[in-house]
């Protein structure tokens, strides 16, 4: 049996600042520590009656480029970078305020927020994570785009990406693997950057979108390679991938016990997987113990603790 970890929060405040790529707005985020069992809860500052909203996957709205969540008159978007960051440094329960609606773009991966975080350090709470343990393949997508939840042997929580774009692409062919610790997280995932290519960016900037954002702020490939810019790991933008996928499938708001492997996806499919996995989930905790298909059972001998099995 799959031992579950103790919930954390962050011992104290860290506040990271920047522009929107989108907007263009200046905006200042606020991290904060929460009750055990609340979440992450994202606050707009700036709107009459500091409207809430938790980070669920019934709140969430994917849209080209990025996932953004909506509560009402609250809408908070790119929270993928950020919440990549909580989940890679395995923060569970965090009041986070913004005073604006886009999170910043900033160098256009999750390393910021990480520093900002690693800062003040978290605290262990009493409570007992709640984990997802996936024992059977699941798969949303088709045969060109895909996303598998699959078994692993013990209590690993692999991330995956394939990136394949055609031979026309001036971005190539990659894949990367990680075991998803905080530790390989801050080193190998939060550092991956987002990645367009110069017509993409054409196209934005034609809409009026990102006129502020330049070659160095985030990764442009023309027909020639990269421009204005170095890579910091040869299989930079599968590794920013892995780091969308992370990011997003923590909207599944529990540990995820299993191989997540994406094929060509995007945030789009991210979605989609992880809507699957909350509803099997919660069909799983409503089950009778001696379901064929879907069991809850608890996990040690640790009462408050859940451990759904996707068998």
């Not at 509560?71 to 989940?87: D, P, R, S, V, Y």
């Not at 007992?128 to 949303?140: C, F, H, S």
């Not at 699957?276 to 089950?287: C, I, W, Y």
């Amino acid at each position: 049996m799959i031992r579950p970890r103790n919930e954390q929060s962050l011992a104290a405040n860290c506040v990271v600042s920047g522009r929107g790529y989108w907007s263009g707005r200046e905006v200042v985020v606020r991290f904060g520590p929460a009750p055990a069992g609340s979440g992450i809860r994202f606050v707009r500052t700036d709107l009459p009656g500091r409207p809430a909203c938790t980070a669920t996957a019934d709140h969430a709205c994917s849209a080209s480029f990025r996932t953004n969540l909506v509560c009402g008159a609250a809408k908070f978007q790119m929270i993928e970078h950020a919440m990549a960051a909580l989940t890679g440094l395995r923060i569970d329960n965090c009041c986070v305020e913004i005073d604006g609606e886009e999170f910043p773009g900033l160098d256009g991966s999750s390393q910021a927020f990480v520093e900002a975080l690693q800062a003040v350090g978290v605290t262990i709470q009493p409570a007992v994570r709640k984990q997802l343990v996936i024992e059977r393949t699941l798969r949303v997508g088709d045969e060109s785009q895909w996303i598998e939840a699959r078994p692993v042997n013990g209590s690993e929580s692999i991330f995956e990406y394939e990136l394949d774009y055609g031979l026309s692409s001036p971005i190539v062919a990659q894949r990367h693997r990680e075991f998803l610790d905080p530790r390989t997280f801050t080193r190998q995932l939060a550092g991956a950057r987002t990645f367009v290519t110069a017509e993409q960016v054409a196209e934005l900037r034609s809409q009026g979108v990102g006129k502020h954002v330049g070659n160095r702020d985030l990764l442009v490939f023309d027909s020639n390679g990269l421009v204005d810019n170095s890579l910091r790991f040869e299989n930079e933008c599968a590794r920013h991938k892995t780091l969308d996928l992370v990011g997003d499938l923590a909207l599944a708001g529990c540990d995820l016990i299993g191989h997540f492997v994406s094929h060509r996806g995007g945030h789009r499919l991210n979605a989609e997987m992880t809507r699957l996995l909350v509803d099997v989930a919660g069909r799983s905790a409503t089950e009778s113990s001696d379901a064929a298909e879907f069991r809850a059972i608890p996990s040690g001998d640790r009462r408050t603790a859940r451990q759904v099995r996707v068998a």
